[in-house]
């Protein structure tokens, strides 16, 4: 399988992330650990999670899902194999985001110890907090990074402007820089990425994770009407952010090319992520074991020159 650089970093990572939003949600334990088993049998060994999931669901506070993936590393013994993702500063109960030093300081630890391990190999803010200075920020980063406890920092959310402000402030002080960034990419939503974000990925060698990567499921072509909005729990959500005469369009073209590859839309939907050179790994979930093998069947589907420029017609965007 290739293997894709995190930034300037030497970790190395397959071209598909597993998405651990699911994992104690609409997975339970038993079908998390049987979803990353699967996992790695298959040679993958990449997984996104974060503090905050799933704190929105009932009952919830936030951690389960690194709670799940700490238990299952444990049980299997298999840490050293993996690379964990995860992320700090989403609410979990200040009632605001918040990546202020002490705070960075006490979340890390509560990570670590759902995740059962001493480091954590990339660790992401996960939405920006305009009220603390990138200077504390990555200064209480660095500190984290000295003390073995984390490999790698990436940022997810950032606009253009602060990113680039926050890789300036990186370079002037010395400090670590994000070497990577999870921004919302898909077919359907490929102007805030492409339009001022992507450069700057590009010129500073960053690693890029996209999140939303199936468009919260539209692109596996299970809306398609509207009474489709049923088939899951952010189906209306979704129904009614996509399911327009442009979703349809995007549609056909996914259908057009998986007809051509003997492949299905979803497969299609993220090798085309993958076939963009600036990306390095899109992330997918999946809380049912047989959505697995189609999920990371993507990662060695090639697309032709003319499926990406047919699917770039379908989802093209203006500036």
């Known amino acids: 399988m290739e293997l894709r650089r995190l930034g300037r970093s030497d970790i190395l990572v397959p ?5 651990g939003n699911v ?16 996992l790695v049998e298959a040679g993958f060994n990449f997984i996104d999670t974060a503090d905050v999931y799933s704190r929105w669901a009932p009952g919830h506070e936030g951690g389960e899902s690194e709670a799940i993936i700490g238990k299952w590393m444990k049980e299997r013994g298999n840490r050293s194999k993996l690379v964990i993702a995860t992320k700090v500063g989403s609410d979990m109960g200040l009632g605001k985001v918040c ?28 939405w920006d907090d305009p009220e603390t200075p990138f200077e504390d920020v990555l200064g209480a980063y660095e500190e984290l990074i000295k ?14 402007s602060r990113l680039f402000e926050a890789l300036a402030v990186a370079t002037r002080e010395k400090l670590p820089r994000y070497e990577t960034l999870q921004p919302e990419y898909n077919l359907c939503e490929r102007a805030g990425y492409e339009a001022e974000l992507e450069p700057i990925c590009s010129g500073n060698g960053l690693g890029v994770i996209t999140y939303f990567s199936l468009a919260a499921g539209f692109l596996t072509g299970k809306y398609r009407k509207a009474a489709d909005a049923q088939k899951s729990v952010r ?54 074991v047989e959505q697995l093998g189609e999920l990371l069947a993507s990662a060695s589907l090639q697309l032709t020159g003319g499926d990406i420029a047919r699917l770039d017609q379908a989802s093209a965007w203006k500036a």
């Open 15 to 19: 071209p598909l992330c597993f998405g």
């Open 99 to 126: 990546l202020k030093p002490d705070y960075i300081r006490t979340a890390v630890e509560a990570s670590l110890k759902r995740l059962q391990t001493d480091y954590i190999d990339l660790y992401q803010s996960h």
């Open 235 to 288: 189906g209306r959500a979704t129904v009614d952010k996509y399911l327009n005469p442009k979703g349809l369009g995007i549609l056909a073209a996914l259908d057009e090319v998986a007809a051509a590859r003997g492949a299905t839309p979803t497969q299609v939907a993220l090798a085309w992520i993958m076939a963009r050179p600036s990306v390095t790994a899109p992330i997918a979930s999946a809380s049912k």
């Open 147 to 160: 003390a073995g406890k984390v490999r790698l920092i990436g940022a997810s959310n950032l606009s253009a």
């Open 23 to 38: 994992f104690g949600w609409t997975a339970d334990e038993a079908v998390s650990f049987r979803l990353l088993d699967g």
